[in-house]
């Protein structure tokens, strides 16, 4: 008994020891270098980057649809604010219909499309299969269609359509103020004489940081004028914050916690 298990012992000691030369056997190829042959130290560092390859790299890093919208002569900064017509809420506004439709179906014991032409032929999609019957599956597809319809799907309808939320600031040198529209509406008009500083907040907390890029009054007021800075990158902000701070001519305030 102690044979077998003495050779096993060897056998594990063996392994280990072969893994551990695979690590460090490239560790030692890359520490031994020929110093007497600098041509081959030249060879082996890395080229440092030119000015195109930096320029391509913060282009990839900070896209321009990322950034503010800027006129040719350099007098407008634009933020835009693209609303609430979003895809998934369109998506989820059309699956509540769906799930009403074949809830129902399942009541009736017959696809409810069928009884027009019409709905059959553009909705045929929503049969439901024969595996579905009304309990469970089709009174919780009746429950969830009810509610997300005809109590979340009138609102969820109104956004898509008007599109609310929709609008811009605009920080404008030709007349010295800032603007804020949204659903066709002035909300805010700030002179850019009345801003003191542009302050940028990032934290790595996932949940409770702090992310965002914003105005500070004279009076110690804030601006936030983003509407979804945590969707962006921290160097897509950093770019944001230094290309507001230099138009505005006022100090830039890094909050990098």
């Given at each position: ?59 990839l ?13 350099g ?21 509540s ?50 509610f ?86 921290k ?23």
């Amino acid at each position: 008994m102690a044979r077998p298990l003495r050779l096993l012992r060897w056998l594990l000691l063996g392994a280990l020891a072969w893994q551990m030369s695979t690590f460090v056997a490239p560790r030692t190829a890359r520490g031994t270098q020929d110093v007497s042959n600098p041509v081959a130290l030249h060879a082996e560092r890395p080229k440092p980057m030119n000015q195109e390859g930096r320029q391509t790299l913060a282009e990839l890093l900070a896209p321009a649809d990322q950034l503010f919208e800027e006129t040719e002569d350099g007098m407008i900064l634009r933020e835009k604010y693209a609303g609430g017509r979003q895809p998934s809420s369109v998506f989820w506004a059309v699956v509540s219909l769906g799930f009403l439709v074949v809830g129902l179906s399942a009541f009736f014991g017959e696809p409810i499309v069928d009884w027009t032409p019409i709905t059959a032929q553009y909705l045929g999609f929503l049969r439901p299969s024969e595996g579905i019957n009304f309990l469970p599956q089709g009174a919780f597809m009746c429950f969830y269609g009810f509610f997300g319809f005809f109590v979340f799907g009138p609102i969820q309808w109104y956004i898509n359509i008007f599109n609310i939320g929709q609008g811009v600031c605009e920080f404008n040198k030709n007349d010295g103020m800032m603007y804020i529209v949204r659903n066709n509406e002035m909300i805010r008009e700030v002179p850019l004489e009345d801003f003191q500083a542009v302050k940028f907040e990032w934290t790595n907390l996932a949940v409770l940081g702090a992310r965002d890029v914003y105005l500070i009054c004279q009076d110690g007021k804030e601006i936030h004028f983003m509407d979804d800075p945590e969707v962006y990158s921290k160097f897509v902000l950093e770019k944001r914050a230094a290309k507001l701070s230099e138009f505005l001519n006022v100090e830039l305030i890094v909050d990098d916690a």
